[in-house]
């Protein structure tokens, strides 16, 4: 640690050692030196040229801006209560916080008597540091960093006796037994992570898609006719009928199922559509995956007249028209297709699963590029 | 206040000290750390901000644990706020609102603890940059640079767990952009993400555990290694900039005792009262606006907290032209590289840096006085390119916003930052390392002729001349601080003109050239007495050229 005791100025405590250090306010305030005063003692803890005083004038006038700083933090201190108080939380009839403009309102007015209570104190106390209190320049000697050699070769020797004498060197038995006995209960935490989690498998690959299941808006519980759809280039958020109408689906379920279902002109799709995507549309309806297969945004923006669909988070881009393949952006593969067809009700309906795993890519997805 | 003569200490703080000291022995350390020297310079208050804001964001940190309720069971909404009553939303959103709209105080505790996270981790990179350009992290304090870097980079991981836990609309897109980072990484992507979500995303589970991470684990390695920070500080005690009296040896400053503390203080006041005045002028992060988040729905525009742009960015920027499979698997470096690699480049540079250089200079003396920027240019010019890279990043991670206000093509804003993230660190480190060897070339002027004093005399013979003054001597020393810097510790050449049998191989023939390249441009300030240059006749050709050469 530091070693600048040596600048221990005999006229201020070296007398009395104990009781000064501990807890005894220093002479530094108001304190004439050398520099400012030379008829004056000095009184300071510090050398007296390492100490520049400021003139009683100075101090006094310090002492009275602080002061007042103080008394402006106490007051905005009391405003912070009276604020506090005059908005009731959801009371009746009381203007309250539960509103969104009395909130703000209650939000400045606490904000800003705290603030103006904490501003005023660093004032003050700064006022104090700056006029008050004399401009240190003190010296203190760093530390000589490496130990003496004597001292290294003391502590060297030391330790290697004692490790000797520990048997921890010379008893390799002992030693590597321990080690071995440490190994295992190293890893015990590891393994006790494991049941934070079911494995993986193959749960990401499929979804609760299957054919005849019909869809409906999100957000509600309504079917979807291939009617519904009439207008090129109209584009529906959609997922498929909850079997449990009460609870709806899961979240997980929503994050996987989620759908765009887009209504195109069948002459529009392009040569990288195969016959297969094809079969999967129902009259220019043509379905896919809206999570982002980059890293699982839901690609929301459609623009019916480049017919690309975009993911706001980092605008991956996928030609609806193409099989949804990437034409932008660092998506690694297109997004999933669900083959869609239309029931005897002429509600659209799935005909099977996803045509890839969806959500963001993971390394056995087992995808092309 | 006025009165002049030490006052005896009083009783009452007498028996304290005495009850203190009967068992802890402590006059002598006390006094000695009551003594301890802070060097005077604005600079070295970064670090206290980033000192103070953390304590602010523990203190109203457990004021938010009070009613928040790390849950991701279902709830319909029936608090104060009217427009998401009846709303079916997260126990976690819920709470939220409830600390908005039905604690009072709770919406400024809450926007304080935004605040003061955004500047927390602001002031650790300022703080950061302020330690790299001056050399600060140089032997002995490198190793409280490493600890700094594994601050930062927890700060950050802690600031994205802390933004996660509403379960407004943009935080839960977050977790969904973190679980499909996870998701890529080969062989064990799909493990992580199953075992930190429970299952798939965004099962019941991952609230809590973040919840858990976020005021537990974190939190406490993060006050241990700031303790330890701190500690470490403390004994090496701070470095300084080269001045008067200002050595190797020494160090010159405030006392702890009483200056540095009133000062400190009033700081810490300061640094409480811009965030809280943030906290109550400045709306942050308006949950309520937001809505509850659902894996189905998005707005567009959507930006997180500033210390993650640079991932956001890095992410939309890089393409997915090198992605490729191995045997069937892909290996999806459009998602490794910005999302894991360029973090590990940042941090991994960050860490390696101190010993990098060391390496490259061979220089392994102790230093307590701070380099100026300039006179370590190739240092300076590696920091403004990281910086460079670093904002481009950043920026790119409003590129949608950037678009939409200037009105440019969307792709065009990507292709302008793909081709920027190469070249604007290039041009920065180009740029920064000539602007300090011109300030280098300017110091040894200085110190040779004086400064230009603005007085203008004509010679006998009709000629107009500046007149230069001398440099006072605190400027003299500042200055002088530029020798010494060509540092060779060994020669890799002996007397006998035979090299080294380190150098000859070919880790030292690569050493010997980076340490040539770190150094060679640097103007040499060998054998430069102050003012000794002709004062009258400065500026010709000639002399110009001479200070050039070295």
Known sequence: MTDNTNHHDAASGADEPRERVIGTPSAADGAATATGDPHRRHEGPYPAEETHTRSEETQRKGERIAALWFLIAFLAGVGFFVSYFSFPPNADGDPSVADPGIAQLANVLLGGTLTLSLFAIGAGMTVWARQVLPHYEVSSPYDELPSSKEEKGSFSEFFMRGANESGFTKRPLMRRTLLLAMAPLGLAPIVLLRDTGPLPKDTLKSTTWEDGLHMVVEGTDRRITAADLDEVGSMVTALPESHDPEHGLSMNEQAKTVILLIKMDPQDFGPDMTQQQLDWTHDGIVAYSKICTHVGCPAALYERTTHRILCPCHQSTFDAANGAEVVFGPAHRPLPQLPVRVDDEGYLVAAGDFSAPVGPTFWDAGVED | ?550
């Open chain 2, 1 to 550: 206040m006025s009165d002049n003569q030490a006052p005896p200490a009083p009783k009452a703080l007498r028996g304290v000290g005495n009850f203190i000291d009967d068992r802890f022995h402590l006059a002598k350390t006390g006094e000695k750390n009551l003594r301890k020297v802070f060097p005077n310079h604005w600079s070295f208050m970064l670090g206290e901000i980033a000192l103070y804001s953390f304590i602010i964001l523990l203190l109203t940190g457990v004021f938010l644990t009070l009613w928040f309720n790390p849950s991701m069971a279902h709830t319909v909404y029936d608090g104060s706020y009217e427009r998401l009553r009846g709303v079916g939303m997260s126990e976690a959103y819920a709470s939220t609102l409830h600390i908005t709209f039905d604690v009072r105080g709770g919406l400024l505790i809450r926007q304080i603890h935004h605040w003061a996270a955004l500047i927390f981790v602001a002031s650790l990179v300022i703080h950061m940059l302020r330690v790299f350009f001056t050399g600060a992290f140089r032997k002995p304090r490198e190793i409280n640079w490493l600890i700094g870097v594994a601050i930062f980079t927890l700060a950050i991981v802690e600031g994205l767990f802390g933004y996660s836990l509403p379960d407004d609309l943009p935080s839960g897109m977050g977790v969904r952009i973190f679980q499909g980072v996870l998701l890529s990484i080969p062989l064990i992507g799909t493990y992580l993400s199953f075992f930190m979500f429970g299952g798939e995303f965004p099962g019941e589970m991952i609230i809590p555990r973040l919840y858990m991470l976020h005021i537990l684990l974190i939190p406490g390695i993060l006050l241990a290694l700031i303790a330890a920070h701190f500690m470490i500080l403390w004994h090496q005690k701070h470095t300084q900039y080269p001045g008067k009296g200002r050595t190797e040896k020494k160090v010159v400053g405030t006392p702890m005792f009483p200056a540095f503390a009133i000062k400190a203080g009033g700081f810490f006041f300061f640094t409480f009262a811009v965030i809280t005045g943030l906290a109550g002028f400045v709306q942050i992060n308006p949950i309520h606006l937001f809505g509850p988040f659902t894996p189905t729905s998005i707005t567009s525009g959507l930006q997180p907290d500033w210390y993650m742009g640079f991932l956001e960015g890095s992410l939309r920027m890089f393409p997915n032209w090198f992605d490729f499979d191995i045997g069937g698997y892909a290996i999806i470096t459009g998602v490794l590289v910005p999302g894991l690699g360029f973090m590990g480049l940042l941090f991994g540079g960050l860490a390696a840096w101190p010993f990098v250089e060391a390496w490259i200079t061979g220089d392994r003396r102790v230093h307590n006085v701070a380099d100026r920027p300039r006179n370590a240019p190739v240092r300076t010019a590696f920091g403004v390119a990281g910086i460079t890279f670093y904002g481009v990043c950043w920026l790119a991670g409003s590129n949608d916003i950037l678009s939409h206000v200037f009105q440019i093509n969307l792709y065009a804003t990507t292709w302008f930052f793909r081709i920027f993230l190469i070249l604007g660190p290039i041009l920065a480190f180009i740029i920064a390392k000539r602007i300090c060897l011109g300030l280098q070339r300017r110091d040894r002027e200085t110190l040779e002729h004086g400064y230009e004093s603005g007085t203008i005399t004509q010679l006998p013979g009709g000629e107009f001349v500046e007149v230069h003054k001398k440099s006072s001597g605190e400027t003299v020393h500042v200055l002088e601080s530029a020798k010494g810097k060509d540092y060779t510790p060994e020669p890799t050449v002996d007397a006998n003109g035979v090299e080294s049998p380190a150098s000859r191989k070919p880790m030292g023939r690569l050493r010997s050239r980076l340490a040539h390249w770190y150094t060679k441009d640097n103007v040499s300030f060998d054998g430069v007495e102050p003012h000794t240059g002709h004062h009258l006749h400065h500026g010709t050709h000639a002399e110009k050229e001479k200070v050039g050469q070295h």
